[in-house]
């Protein structure tokens, strides 16, 4: 093999060293040096998209320009056949990007890629995976329906090898799954260390940019959460999308993380079903429909995830505790946050909660940060308190503060028309935000309120 220079590098902050430390000297982080291929020689066998051989020295050096003198063309991107995928995309796949697709395993990432390998009619698509055999991808294939007959399978974890096959079948879309299963012949360490994900991704890049192809890239993410381990694929790709959602249920969540091409607020939803990922284009009719009828502890709240507003059902159980210690659970919603909301119902409206076990579930299976969703959790838990249900005609959007002041949330007028058109006659709101907002516009009767008390009078 090849002479390769070798040098340490932190993960955190970047400093390097000739030989490898515990404690990085610059920031302070114990464990965080990895060696990294710095200098390597023998890259021949890479394929046709070689980088430019001249030195530096020799390329003709760029000069400033006014800003407006550059011109640009819009590039034409590539349409996916799938809706919630165009989305989080800002609009298509972007030609010559990289995008990484994270998530748990078994959360659906090779199927929604191979999904899309399958759907991309008129081009020729390689899917290459690591992770299973040409048989298995053949009968996931089987089970998610048409064919397309210009999908190329390759299992293969060589770059080397990966290369010289995509020279000679020149395909138009490449999705590579994964990228811990790669392996570069150029760093010595295992498939899967931080210097193999960093070196396979550096070589898919440069391929991706000389080429114009775009690559799907899958990445598993580790159990802190980041995409192989320290979060070094993220600033190298163009576009990072998270699939995340409860294994047992079947809502997924595509969410854009980083976009150069796009908005980063952008959501798709999809539901795992037998036959493959279904997109699903108006999620808040499904989580709602299995209302049959009014139950207690459940309330409706107003939520935006990314730019899509999403009415999503609140669901609370308030019992006596038999067990010394009351319980608190929540699925789906801040624990702290709903130990906060607790703690302002019991100070503020005097209701007595100390005793009681409280469990609260976002229905659905979707996990949600949105502070509006506030209001909907002190409805959902006082109307199971009280065992009095809440009419099933009534929403909530608002943030709840320390002293139960109900504070404005974003974006209302999104919530408000979302509300309506879902059939919803009344709405709670802070007083805050309907200033300045023509409520007479939208055919939902809304209720501004001020304070928690308010809004507990006027619901029970
Ligand atoms: P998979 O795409 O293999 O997950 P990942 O690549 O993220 O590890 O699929 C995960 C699960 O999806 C698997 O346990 C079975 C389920 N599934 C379905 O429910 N329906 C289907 O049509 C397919 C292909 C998979
Ligand atoms: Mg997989």
């Not at 066998?45 to 006014?66: D, E, H, V």
């Not at 502890?297 to 939520?303: E, F, L, P, Q, R």
């Not at 730019?307 to 624990?335: C, H, I, K, M, W």
Request: aromatic share 4%; hydrophobic share 35%.
């Amino acid at each position: 093999m090849a002479k390769i220079k070798t040098l340490y590098f932190c993960q955190k902050c970047g400093a390097q060293s000739a030989k490898w430390i515990g404690r990085c000297p610059s920031c302070g982080e114990w464990n965080t040096y990895v060696e990294e291929v710095v200098e390597k020689e023998n890259n021949q066998s890479t394929g046709s998209w070689k980088p430019p051989t001249a030195s530096p020295a020799a390329k003709t050096s760029a000069k400033p320009r006014p800003i407006g003198e550059i011109h640009y063309e819009e590039e034409a991107r590539i349409d996916t056949h799938d809706g919630e995928l165009n989305r989080v995309l800002g609009g298509g796949l972007v030609p010559g990007s990289l995008v990484l697709i994270g998530g748990e395993p078994g959360i659906g990432k090779s199927t929604l890629m191979l999904q899309i390998a399958m759907s991309l009619r008129q081009l020729k698509v390689l899917y290459i995976s690591g992770e299973e055999s040409e048989q298995q991808i053949k009968m996931r294939a089987e089970r998610l329906g048409d064919q397309h007959p210009g999908c190329y399978i390759l299992t293969e974890t060589n770059t080397q090898n990966i290369f010289r096959q995509i020279d000679q079948l020149q395909p138009n879309v490449v999705v590579v799954d994964s990228i811990q299963t790669l392996q570069s012949g150029l760093v010595e360490s295992g498939a899967g260390s931080v210097s193999q994900v960093r070196e396979c991704t550096a070589e898919l890049l440069k391929y991706a940019k000389e080429t114009g192809v775009p690559v799907l890239l899958i990445g598993h993410i580790t159990k802190d959460g980041s995409i192989a381990g320290p979060k070094i694929l993220e600033h190298m790709v163009d576009t990072v999308l998270q699939f995340e959602g409860d294994r047992h249920l079947s809502y997924r969540i595509l969410r854009t993380i980083k976009n150069r091409f796009g908005s980063t607020s952008e959501l798709g939803i999809y539901e795992m079903q037998g036959a493959g990922l279904r997109q699903v284009s108006n999620p808040s009719e499904i989580l709602l429909s299995q209302r049959t009828e009014t139950l207690s502890g459940i309330a409706i709240g107003a939520t935006l995830e990314g730019n899509r507003p999403l009415l999503v059902e609140v669901q609370a159980l308030v019992s006596p505790a038999t067990y010394g210690t009351p319980q608190r659970s929540s699925t789906g919603f801040d624990s702290k946050r709903l130990q906060m909301l607790l703690a302002v119902l019991e100070k503020r409206s005097g209701l007595r909660l100390g005793q009681h076990d409280v469990f609260l579930n976002i229905a659905g299976g979707l996990r949600l940060e949105d502070p509006a969703l506030d209001l909907a959790v002190c409805a959902a838990v006082v109307s199971s308190l009280n065992d009095i249900p809440l009419s099933g005609e009534t929403c909530l959007a608002a943030e709840v503060g320390l002293s139960g002041e109900i504070r404005a949330v974003s974006r209302l007028d999104q919530r408000l028309s979302e509300s309506e058109k879902l059939g919803f006659q009344e709405m709670y709101i802070s007083q805050f935000n309907a200033r300045g907002l023509d409520l007479g516009r939208f055919g939902i009767r809304v209720h501004p309120v001020g304070r928690l008390d308010e809004v507990l009078t006027g619901l029970f």
